[in-house]
């Protein structure tokens, strides 16, 4: 199917259908969206805390794109595409690490920490040869909500214009913003589409309809006050806790410190998200990151406050999100990307209405929209 032939019509959607089924596995779709969403849009790399020594660096991979993030010298945090200006071999492999230069494993190119050709053997002895034109290109980089980002559009708007308001709202529900140390990151396949994803974490619809996981998140939160907010490029999600809790993730709360005594979590267009779970002093990020039409890779980090001793509540519910929500979560991504592939299965229906909003999909449809504008431009 061509993306002339894709189609979800005007009509369909004033009418409550959602997105076709083959706009999570056609590949000719997710060609379009990986050039006009993932080439274009803001991606989640780290913690600004991640760089604070010159020399630190992270890696983050779009697809085939490699970047590199380093802190320089002089404390500036700047990114470029991962690749030697000789002959192309990719400079760093792993995600994080430290170096004083950065030196390639073919030849020995080396850069210094602003990108500057620095050595390069031989060259002293070719006609014209001009260090100052070979630098690492570079990639746009900004610091929003104490978060790194980088995007491969050098013409993208900042993630302030795009969501204005964001931030505010953000660090009244994550006062410790700042101080944030990196516990723990986690990758995992998950064979489902990106999308997929990213849908079953933006209604409550399925909170108490599904697994035990999700039925102990239910009994901490007070679903008449949950909310599922569309600000345009970006979202929230929030619920505040059912009153008198004494417990969470089989723990007692006594003597326990927290981020938030809420549920909240912020979503920026496309893939990534911020959130705070009830009663735990932990932040957590988690990235959508889209390696087929039918396959991603999940990126769970977990930041702690710096200096602060983690709390036994807190370590329970890391254990409890990487051992019970999350896997309870992908195994329904799975099963969800497998029935779109059904003949008997072309479409579906929002459940969007008045007096349920708190259960409501009009997030799933916002998020639909975005994705078919996108890729319809």
């Known amino acids: 199917m061509s993306v002339e032939e894709a189609s979800w019509s005007v009509e369909d ?12 596995y056609d590949d000719a779709i997710f060609q ?22 010159p020399g630190t660096f992270l890696t983050h991979e779009i697809f085939e794109q490699s970047i590199i993030l380093v802190a320089g010298r002089d404390g500036k945090l700047r990114a470029f595409h991962n690749v030697c200006q000789h002959r192309g071999n990719r400079l760093v492999e792993s995600r994080r690490g430290k ?35 070979h630098g690492l290109k570079p990639v746009k980089v900004e610091v929003f909500a104490g978060f790194v980002y980088i995007n491969l559009d050098p013409d993208a708007k900042s993630i302030a214009d795009m969501a ?9 529900h994550i006062p410790d ?18 999308k997929v994803i990213q849908e079953n974490s933006i209604e409550g619809y399925h909170f108490d309809q599904s697994g035990p996981a999700h039925k102990q998140l239910v009994r901490l939160i007070d679903f008449a006050g949950y909310t599922l907010t569309p600000h345009g490029d970006w979202w929230t999600y929030i619920g505040p806790t059912k009153p008198g809790a004494t417990e969470a993730y089989g723990l007692p709360l006594a003597g326990a410190t927290w981020q938030s005594s809420g549920f909240f979590n912020f979503g920026l267009w496309p893939n990534a998200t911020l959130y705070v779970f009830p009663y735990a002093d932990v932040v957590g990020t988690f990235i959508m990151m889209p390696t087929g039409p039918e396959t991603s890779m999940l990126r769970f980090g977990y930041y702690g406050i710096e200096g602060r ?69």
């Not at 259908?17 to 706009?23: D, N, S």
């Not at 379009?32 to 020594?53: A, D, P, Y």
């Open 13 to 24: 959607q004033e009418a409550g259908y959602t997105l076709p089924a083959k706009f999570f």
């Open 99 to 133: 170096v004083a230069m950065l030196t390639c494993a073919y030849h020995a190119w080396t850069y210094s920490l602003d990108g500057c050709l620095r050595g390069a053997s031989q060259t002293q002895n070719v006609a014209g040869f001009d260090k100052d034109k």
């Open 309 to 377: 001793p983690l709390p036994d509540v807190t370590k329970a519910c890391i254990r409890w999100m990487n051992e019970d929500l999350g896997p309870e979560d992908i195994k329904l991504n799975v099963s969800n990307q497998k029935g779109l592939r059904s003949f008997g299965f072309e479409r579906g229906r929002y459940i969007i209405g008045e007096g349920f909003e708190n259960r409501s999909e009009h997030l799933v449809k916002h998020f639909h929209k975005l994705c078919y504008d996108a890729i319809r431009s």
């Open 32 to 53: 379009q969206e990986k050039t006009k969403i993932f080439f274009k849009s803001w991606h989640l790399v780290g913690h600004v805390n991640e760089l604070r020594e």
């Open 164 to 172: 204005p308001g964001a931030e505010a709202q953000i660090r009244r």
């Open 177 to 194: 913003l700042d101080r944030l140390t990196l516990l723990q990151e986690v990758d995992v396949p998950v064979a489902a589409n990106w």
